[in-house]
């Protein structure tokens, strides 16, 4: 994934958790992945997430991995 995929992947993921109403560590719990990980994704300091944990962080919010790589 280039970088402008990943910073559409974070911003995508603090658009639909905001939505949702919960807080990162709450996105953590409910998708089984570290708040860490949820911060450094969002934040845009992992520059390559895994596909399995962008998939985890889909499930959780109720969206499809292509609702978060489109713009």
Known sequence: M????ISTIAKNIKKYRDKMGISQDKL???ADITLYTITKI??????D???ETVKK???ALGVGIDDLMKK
């Open 2 to 5: 280039s970088k402008k995929e």
């Open 49 to 51: 997430p895994r596909i």
């Open 28 to 30: 953590s719990k409910l």
């Open 42 to 47: 969002e934040s845009g300091a992992t520059p």
């Open 57 to 59: 962080i889909a499930d």
